[in-house]
């Protein structure tokens, strides 16, 4: 079937499988290869992105549903060379180490502060039960959210 | 990882919806938020040959005040069930539930409806609205039907929808004590489905996966309004119920769980009113 | 002012924060082009011989290729144990990190059986992933099952025999002779028990995946590997030398040991590129991560220890069985290096210590952030509290009894362990100062008297490990200077996360003047570096660091004859400011010379270092934590409130990057001790091989850490550091399931296995409250 998605601001239609995921469609028809795949159970949100501004796990959204809809990935958060809030508090606090886990994480972040400007430590680490990470045991992915928060004041 | 083959077909009313339940027969399931249902299908647990999307029909997502009680529409989804005025104030124990489920993403797609008709005796919102006494409304190619929640949830993933029906609509009559509500959901991490999980309303208690549905404690229930104390009554929470066993939990070990959190949440709702 | 020492945030992080990192599955290298897809078929029993495999269905699917077996790799040399020849039963037991081979030798694919329930069994080739899932699904494999054994108990009954032509189940036996029991004669407490390290899941987030393209008789082949080096020689099992072999490792997404060299089923997909022609991509499911990636700890302790009624401990035995799963991968290396760290800190005058490995119908074993070392920990940390307990005396007084004190390094312990330097008490006075301890324990008692349901438990675990352990293997590092200043460093080490571009640009800074941001750190390409060992067992910064700081000195020596003849003067005249990287004689500030200059007048324009370091030892860092955790003795649900630590592995060159590495140990750590566990049914099936049911451990059941730092150095490399990687996860697991046990003393629990579930915690208790009201 025939989708049109607004991927990071540029449109772009494709004929696809009707069982393709969204997060196949980003990185394998839009070639945003950012967004990862870490899991088959929803659970670990290595795929989290932006769907219509609100963090979704995109292997379980059908490109179909998505259709019509506007996406953003990591590749679509920096604007005019500047990284977003988030991204440029993960690298001051060393929020990242293998970095597969860190775009989802990172798109988390923002849908979470989208909602909640100025979370406490505990609705960070609640907020973030659907990301899982190895490396960096979440200190200072928790560090880099509230960083970004206080930086969003 | 990836669902077997299956074609989509998108409806833009309920009408629509069910023509094409009614056209394909037992080949197609409906979707509404996904996230009952992709999960399954990536491990190949379920394979229907066609999928009817819900997601674009209007006027299927709302919470309205109508006076006794409140609609929610059945694509509501649960963040915006957690995040609804008009619950927190009206029935807060069901604005509570809504936020446990899941995770953020999931309670950006998962929706009320889907949730309850999925009939999982393990998620959080069918026991809540077993202990709100809630209201199904339920279209079919014949008409509309309502259906009390105490007659809803069958058996494992049975709920009372026959072939092809749609909920559309959750009523939920407003609790004479708003804040007289409880909710225990005990995990081993944050993230997990409930081990045990307990929804109290006033004096009605549901459990969440004690059984093959979710179920009323009515040994509890019955035991409050005869005079007895919340110890006392909490005790009984076991009784009818039919808890499993699995790598989560023994069967003995929910079953204290059971007692333990129907006291707490009765604790709770005693301490809010 | 020195670079070393201060908060350098990574060079790495803009590109992976913008454009995320680019692993095996985002590759777009013009040699994958039109890559098929691999799926392998996966035993679906955890024992059985195959009878017949049916490929017929699955090759009349649209966009298959191919369905191999290993009955079509008929043209691989003959294998050989990549450890050299497998040593008899009289010769001493295989101790070195590899497969045992021989008698216990693994296949490619499954030949004629299978021992674990998702061994590959073929692999199948088609245009898409997709394509492939439907496809591997309609492979049908019969099997003819035979008994499982999926327990230590039922390995050691040798009913069911996993290799039929071993006789046994037991592939290795190493360790002393523990059996004189009159070491613990004239001890006034003994304590003796079994305590089990369990199975975990290494669990990166990118699991294993692999790209190959086979043309001109080369094989080239992009790994999700932790040794591109050591990689390239396992491809060589494939039939090719290993100059007509290139391994690339891109962007990796963690290994923790996991993915040291390639698996088996990173070999097929080799083989299956250059046997069809076709460049293969293959990214595994987390389904088969979790089935079939190498797994860690599993093992089973029998221990006793005994000392003083003052707390002098005076002896301890420990007895280890490893569960080494289907396969032997690391022969007996995981338990040798738990009987090589048994007594841990402590100066204990008997020490006995043995092992056995065992295979079971259960995924292969290797190393996991630790390999060997946090199972002894674990298990010493658990015996002195034990001790402690039966003799009456504060866990933190006992441990202050028997460390081995400052002045007694350098010390090999009983158990054979060379350490270096330590300052155990230290550590341990640290942290009780921080977390005041006192306090603590105060609002412990009160608690207790009040009959709370909420119990509060303060778990102590001091810990030494050892690092660098292959020291002598050595890392190599390649420093060229240009003619227009920048430098390009070439290291064997292969950062997976671990920020090493960061910290050797540092080290090249400190050395040279040369600033970070005209370094280019290159690393994980054969063709590049074809000279390398790689990233484990701590040892990058002590090696691969050293290594650079050797280079930079060689280099030095090279541009100071380059800058003599420039200045016409006395090499010994000629000295360079490191802070602005300029060359100057001595006494003469005003003329200098830039390194581009220097580089310039060098022979091809090029100044160049390729070096090896090699230590001649390892070395011990070491550190004490301090966890608290709260008990809801009504659920036996743990909250871990605090967890406080001091960790010391010498002089600390980057705090962002040590510190991070701290956390995530930790992390993993407390993951083994509270939720962590790979579970088995009885039949061998896994009931743990998704992310819903495998309890990996999410932020929302941790708190931010609290992290002191002493710097103690070792003399066994010019930067006196020692490894840091691997502590974190060493000193958290004891520290948290510590703690949990002291919650709950009171009731007289005296010991509860990990993982310390709800359900396991509250049984102890219920246990424990029947018996006391009786």
């Known amino acids: 079937m025939k989708v049109e998605l607004t991927v990071n601001g540029k449109e772009i239609s494709a004929d696809v499988e009707d069982r393709l995921l969204l997060v196949h469609f980003l990185r394998d028809v839009a070639d945003l290869t950012a967004t990862n795949v870490g899991c088959e159970t929803t659970s670990c949100g290595a795929c989290t992105v932006l769907l219509d501004g609100e963090s979704v796990k995109s292997c379980t959204v059908l490109a179909a549903q998505a259709d019509g809809r506007s996406v953003t990935t990591l590749e679509g958060l920096a604007a005019d060379g500047q990284m977003h809030a988030v991204q440029e508090a993960f690298h001051q606090e060393h929020g990242l180490q293998c970095g597969f886990c860190t775009p989802g994480m990172v798109m988390a972040i923002v849908s979470l502060l989208k909602e909640n400007p100025s979370p406490t430590e505990a609705e960070v680490r609640t907020g973030l039960e659907g990301n899982i990470c190895r490396c960096t045991g979440y200190h200072n992915i928790v560090r880099a959210a509230l960083a970004a928060a206080e930086a969003g004041k | ?171 939920v009559p407003k609790p004479a004590s708003p804040a007289a509500w409880g909710f225990q959901k005990f995990t081993k991490r944050a993230i997990d489905w409930a081990i045990v999980g307990v929804a109290v309303q006033g004096q009605a208690v549901a459990l969440v996966n004690m059984g093959s549905t979710p179920l009323r404690a009515t040994a509890v229930e019955n035991a409050l309004a005869s005079g007895a104390s919340i110890a006392d009554a909490a005790a009984l929470a076991a009784e009818g119920t039919s808890a499993g066993s699995d790598i989560h939990a023994s069967k003995a070990y929910r079953e204290h769980l059971a007692r333990v959190l129907v006291k707490r949440a009765l604790e709770d709702a005693a301490a809010r009113s | ?101 021989g008698k216990w030798a693994e296949p490619l694919l499954a030949v004629d059986r299978v021992r674990f329930v998702g061994e590959p069994v073929a692999i199948v080739l088609t245009d898409s992933t997709y394509q492939g899932e439907d496809a591997a699904e309609l492979v049908s494999v019969d099997y003819e099952v035979l008994p499982p054994v999926t327990t230590i108990d039922g390995a050691l009954a040798g009913d069911s025999l996993l290799f039929p032509d071993a006789g046994t189940n037991i592939c ?82 963690g290994g923790f040991g996991a993915k040291i060299g390639v698996d088996r089923e990173q070999i ?19 389904n088969e991560n979790l089935m079939a990636m190498t797994q860690g700890r599993a093992q089973l302790h029998h221990i006793k220890i005994g000392g003083d009624r003052d707390g002098k401990i005076k002896a301890y035995r420990l007895d280890v069985i490893q569960d080494a799963g289907a396969f032997p991968r690391m022969s007996g290396f995981l338990p040798m290096l738990t009987n090589l760290m048994a007594p841990g800190v402590y100066d204990i005058p008997a020490v006995q210590a043995d092992y056995k490995v065992v295979v079971t119908n259960t995924a292969p074993i290797a190393a996991y952030r630790g390999a060997g070392r946090p199972e002894a920990a674990a298990t010493i940390e658990r015996a002195v509290d034990w001790f402690a307990a039966a003799a009456g005396l504060d866990p933190a007084e006992v441990r202050k009894a028997n460390f081995i004190q400052p002045d007694q ?75 227009d200043g920048t430098a390009t460093l070439y290291t064997g080490s292969s950062a997976h996360g671990q920020g090493h571009h960061t910290a050797f640009a540092m080290i090249l800074q400190n050395e040279t003047g040369i600033p970070m941001d005209k370094i280019e750190v290159i690393h994980g390409d054969t063709d590049l570096v074809p000279d390398g060992v790689g990233t484990y067992a701590s040892r990058s910064l002590q090696l691969g660091g050293s290594a650079v700081h050797k280079a930079a000195i060689e280099v030095k020596e090279e541009a100071a004859k380059n800058a003599a003849a420039l200045f016409e003067a006395a090499e010994a005249d000629v000295v360079l400011d490191a802070d602005t990287g300029t060359w100057h004689i001595a006494g003469d500030p005003d003329k200098s010379l830039t390194w581009a200059q220097v580089a310039e007048h060098a022979d091809g324009g090029l100044i160049v270092a390729n070096v090896r370091f090699t230590a001649d030892r390892p070395t011990f860092p ?53 939720c962590e566990e790979v579970l088995y049914d009885a039949d061998g099936n896994p ?6 049911d495998y309890a990996a451990i999410t932020a929302a059941e941790l708190p931010s850490f609290e992290l002191l730092t002493s ?64």
């Open chain 3, 622 to 674: 070491f550190g004490t934590h301090l966890s608290v955790v709260e008990v809801d003795t009504e659920t036996g649900k743990v909250t871990l409130l605090r967890h406080i630590t001091a960790d010391d592995a010498g002089p600390v060159l980057n705090p962002v990057l040590m510190e991070g590495q701290r956390h995530g140990g930790i992390a993993q750590g407390a993951a083994q001790a509270l």
């Open chain 3, 409 to 483: 390094f350098p010390f090999v312990t009983k158990a054979g362990a060379p350490y270096d330097t330590g300052e155990y008490e230290a550590a341990l006075e640290k942290v009780l100062g921080a977390a005041d301890y006192a306090s603590l324990r105060a609002d412990q008692q009160r608690r207790r008297e009040a009959g709370e349901t909420k119990q509060l438990g303060l778990g102590l675990a001091s810990y030494v490990e050892i690092t660098a352990a292959d020291g002598g293997a050595g890392e190599t590092a390649k420093v060229e200077v240009h003619d």
């Open chain 2, 1 to 171: 990882m990836i669902p077997p083959a299956f074609t989509y077909v998108r409806a833009t009313s309920v009408d629509e919806a069910l023509g094409l339940a009614a056209e394909h027969g037992e080949d197609a399931k409906y979707l509404a938020g996904g996230h009952s249902l992709l999960p399954l299908m990536k491990l190949r647990f379920a394979a229907p040959d066609v999928l009817i999307d819900l997601g674009r029909i209007p006027g299927l997502a709302y919470v309205r005040d109508e006076g006794t009680y409140v609609a929610i529409g059945a694509l509501t989804r649960h963040h915006d069930v957690a995040n609804a005025a008009l619950l927190a104030s009206d029935v807060p124990l069901l604005a509570h539930a809504a936020e446990a489920v899941g995770d953020p993403q999931i309670r950006h797609r998962g929706t009320i409806g889907g949730s309850v008709a999925h009939g999982d005796a393990a998620s959080d919102l069918p026991a809540t609205l077993l202990a709100l006494d809630a209201s199904f409304v339920i279209r079919g190619q014949d008409g509309t039907r309502t259906v009390p929640a105490t007659d809803f949830f069958r058996g494992i993933f049975e709920t009372a929808l026959e072939p092809g029906e749609l909920l559309t609509e959750i009523q």
């Open chain 3, 172 to 253: 290795v036996k190493g360790g002393r002779d523990i059996g004189d029991d009159s070491v613990f004669d004239g001890c006034d407490v003994v304590v003796e028990g079994d305590i089990v390290n369990q199975r975990v899941a290494c669990l990166p987030m990118e699991g294993r995946a692999t790209a190959a393209a086979f043309s001109g008789g080369k094989l080239t082949v992009w790994a999700s590997t932790q040794n591109a080096q050591l990689a390239r020689l396992i491809f060589t099992a494939i039939g090719l030398p290993p100059d007509a072999i290139r391994v690339v490792a891109p962007d990796v997404g």
């Open chain 3, 268 to 286: 097929v997909v080799a083989w299956a590129a250059k046997h069809t022609g076709r460049p293969v991509r293959w990214v595994e499911t987390r």
């Open chain 3, 687 to 692: 009931l743990t091989s998704t992310l819903a």
């Open chain 3, 711 to 774: 710097e103690t150095p070792t003399p066994v490399n010019p930067l006196g550091v020692k490894g840091i990687g691997e502590a974190g996860t060493i000193g958290s697991t004891p520290a948290v399931h510590n703690a949990v046990i002291d919650a709950v003393s009171y009731l007289g629990i005296r010991h509860i296995d990990m993982p310390l579930t709800p359900e396991r915690v509250w049984t102890a208790i219920s246990e424990a409250q029947k018996a006391s009201a009786k």
């Open chain 3, 1 to 101: 002012m020195s670079i070393l020492g201060t908060r350098v945030i990574r060079t790495e992080d803009p590109r992976l924060l913008t454009a995320g990192g680019i692993y095996v599955d985002d590759l777009r290298e013009a040699e994958l082009a039109g890559a098929v897809r691999a799926t392998f078929v996966r035993a679906t029993v955890a024992h059985a011989l195959i009878t017949g495999i049916d490929k017929s269905e699955a090759l009349a699917q649209p966009g298959v290729v191919a369905v191999l077996t290993a009955a079509d790799m008929t043209d691989l040399p003959p294998s050989e144990p990549p450890g050299g020849e497998v040593p008899g039963p009289d010769e001493p037991p295989a101790e070195g990190p590899v497969p045992l081979g």
